[in-house]
């Protein structure tokens, strides 16, 4: 019975400690993916910027842009929002990506 009891206490205390904030989305992209896939992003991002600061209109190619993106990384635009909002539930390991993001663009400046 105490085996029992000690069993339901600490059952008690260690489940809400499982939220939904340490749940991984079904299909989980790891640090190394959120890397490229967030480094492409940033390029494609650049890319559109350039042509709107000239003038042109960007909502279509904007639309053709991201659709190459994810489809190159096997993803939809679903799988990557909700690994987004994981990724900013844990803030140190978004820092962590967004560090190793910046660091590849400036390694590439060099």
Known sequence: ???CLL???VAWLVLPSC????KRPEIFLDEPQMIDVLADAYLLE???NLRKSAGNDV????VT?????FEHYGITDSIFEQNMAYYTRQ???????MDSVANR??????
């Open 91 to 97: 803030p140190a390991i978004l820092e962590r990506i």
């Open 46 to 48: 650049a890319r559109l």
């Open 65 to 69: 842009f991201y659709d190459q993106l």
């Open 105 to 110: 663009f400036a390694k590439a400046r060099q």
């Open 1 to 3: 019975m105490r085996k």
């Open 59 to 62: 909502s279509e190619l904007q």
């Open 19 to 22: 939220t939904e904030k340490d």
């Open 7 to 9: 069993f339901v206490i």
